[in-house]
């Protein structure tokens, strides 16, 4: 069974950039989309992009022009990187596997904070 | 841009009770790119139908979706006590691709 997960920082300074990875394990990254979203406390699911293997991405144009999803399929993994980040985007940070048009597998979750 | 609204925001229901959880599109969508998700406190979502209908692996049956033009609707025919959660549906676009949630309902016990 396929199973992924989240690593990375749990604190970011304000205007820094967040970086996240997510390793798949118990099947290969080609041929699904992989996908980040995020859950701030409390609120609702946020989709923020999505990744190929072949490197191919869409993301939410509501955060467009700070993130950058990328995929190194040597390692099987795929990362997240998000600039100029604010208090605002402190939240859970979930990768997740796509199928026909939704997310079966998910991590279990990374916190990340942002504060000085 | 396709909106979701899920209605109730809360409801509160008994172990044995039926429950009818509504997501409406602000446009047609296809039946194919409507899923619902079931969260629990601390844990990730975890995925119960998809193409609107049909059970992801694993699902009980007492889970059923449906639609019908705009409107979405997740059944689950008897709750089970491990069934109260937060419920969201999701959408795929394609112009521009992407995945968009409903803001969730919250099914609470009674």
């Known amino acids: 069974q396929v199973q992924v997960q989240e690593s990375g920082p749990g604190l970011v300074k304000p205007s820094g950039t967040l970086s996240l990875s997510c390793v798949v394990s118990?099947?290969?990254?080609?041929?699904?989309?992989w996908s980040w979203v995020r859950q701030s406390p409390g609120k609702g699911l946020e989709w923020i992009g999505e990744?190929?293997?072949?490197?191919?991405?869409n993301y939410n144009p509501s955060l467009r022009s700070r993130v950058t999803i990328s995929v190194d399929v040597s390692k099987n993994q795929f990362s997240l990187q998000l600039t100029s980040v604010t208090a605002a985007d402190t939240a859970v940070y979930y990768c997740?596997?796509?199928?026909?048009?939704?997310?079966?597998?998910w991590g279990q979750g990374t916190l990340v904070t942002v504060s000085s | 841009e396709i909106v979701l609204t899920q209605s109730p925001g809360t409801l509160s229901l008994s172990p044995g009770e039926r429950a009818t959880l509504s997501c409406r599109t602000s446009q047609s969508v296809s039946t194919s790119y409507l899923a619902w998700y079931q969260q629990k406190p601390g844990q990730a979502p975890r995925l119960l139908i998809y193409g609107a209908s049909i059970r992801a692996t694993g699902i009980p049956d007492r889970f059923s979706g449906s639609a019908s033009g705009t409107d979405f609707t997740l059944t689950i025919s008897r709750l089970e006590p491990e069934d109260f959660a937060v419920y969201y549906c999701?959408?795929?676009?394609?112009?521009?691709?992407?995945?968009?949630f409903g803001q969730g309902t919250k099914l609470e016990i009674k």
């Open positions: 999701q959408r795929y676009g394609n112009s521009p691709p992407m995945y968009t």
């Open positions: 118990g099947g290969s990254i080609t041929n699904n989309w």
């Open positions: 990744i190929y293997h072949n490197g191919r991405t």
């Open positions: 997740a596997r796509n199928t026909v048009y939704c997310s079966d597998f």
